[in-house]
């Protein structure tokens, strides 16, 4: 069956670094997600893309997030100057059908430690 | 987005019947009512979903109330890989569908 996969699984960057998440949708998706959880809190949205560009996106996605399909089979999250806040687990996720109703699948997550 | 309630945690033994409840009383026409997990230290995995009719699949069976305001997800017999956290989700049909995850339940199983 196919699966959205994500790398790298950890990372371990310092505050003000820029990260790159990386991720690979199902191929022949169309809709690509991110979302982030915090330890011991909720999975939260951050940003939906769509025909290459975001379609959607929350508060916590501000100007020092960006998202890119550079090759049309990885989809990234770059992080430009990461904070403390920013440790978490970012999830990728891409939409396909199931059972006549789109639905989204989730790949492991990435842990991002921010020291 | 219309909110979801559901009980922070629920246990139940292995191989037995397990009924999560959701109420979602400001429910939407358009709304479809979307079951997802989270085992521990994985990604939400999609179980169900359904509009109005009840609804299985080899995962689980989704029990809507007539008025839509609540819905009950059914494992018919758990087994210890079903500890996990289920959310109840609401979804509007068109747009680009973002998931608001709650808190969810906190379903534990035991031996």
């Known amino acids: 069956e196919p699966e959205v996969t994500q790398t790298p699984s950890h990372q371990v960057t310092q505050m003000g670094q820029e990260v790159i998440l990386r991720c690979v949708p199902i191929?022949?998706?169309?809709?690509f997600y991110w979302y982030r959880q915090i330890l011991g809190q909720k999975v939260e949205f951050l940003v939906s893309?769509?025909?290459?560009?975001?379609?959607?996106k929350s508060e916590i996605f501000d100007d020092q997030f960006s998202v890119e399909r550079p090759d049309g089979s990885n989809f990234t999250l770059k992080i430009r100057s990461t904070k403390l806040e920013d440790s978490a687990m970012y999830f990728c996720?891409?939409?396909?059908?199931?059972?006549?109703?789109?639905?989204?699948?989730f790949g492991p997550g990435t842990r991002l430690l921010v020291l | 987005d219309a909110k979801t309630t559901q009980p922070n945690s629920m246990e139940s033994n292995e191989e037995e019947p397990v009924h999560l409840p959701c109420n979602h009383s400001t429910i939407s026409g358009t709304d479809y009512i979307h079951w997802y997990r989270q085992l521990p230290s994985q990604g939400p995995e999609y179980v169900i979903h359904?509009?109005?009719s009840n609804v299985n699949n080899r995962m689980a069976s989704l029990a809507i109330a007539e008025d839509r305001k609540s819905s009950t997800l059914i494992l018919h017999r758990a087994t210890l890989r079903d500890a996990a956290v289920y959310y109840c989700i609401l979804k509007r049909v068109k747009g680009a569908q973002k998931l608001v995850f709650g808190q969810g339940t906190r379903l534990t199983i035991n031996p």
């Open positions: 359904g509009l109005t």
């Open positions: 191929s022949n998706h169309l809709y």
């Open positions: 996720a891409s939409r396909g059908l199931a059972g006549g109703q789109e639905t989204q699948y």
């Open positions: 893309f769509y025909n290459n560009e975001i379609s959607e």
